[in-house]
């Protein structure tokens, strides 16, 4: 449930524009100080470097297997 809601404050901030217009900057304000409350609690930050991690491998392995 909590990350359908990020996932859509994620996307809330993309259809304003992202880093490209004032509102979408401040969405991304908005999203970045929810994921902070609670010592990170919501912050991705070590899922995603894993997920990205794992899509870096299997590219990298894709013509190897």
Known sequence: AKALEIMMDAHEALKKGSIFTKKGRQR???LDKKLRVNDN?????CTADLT???FMLA???RDIL
């Open 28 to 30: 991304i304000d908005e």
């Open 41 to 45: 609690a919501l912050n991705p930050g």
């Open 52 to 54: 990205a991690a794992s």
């Open 59 to 61: 590219l990298l392995c």
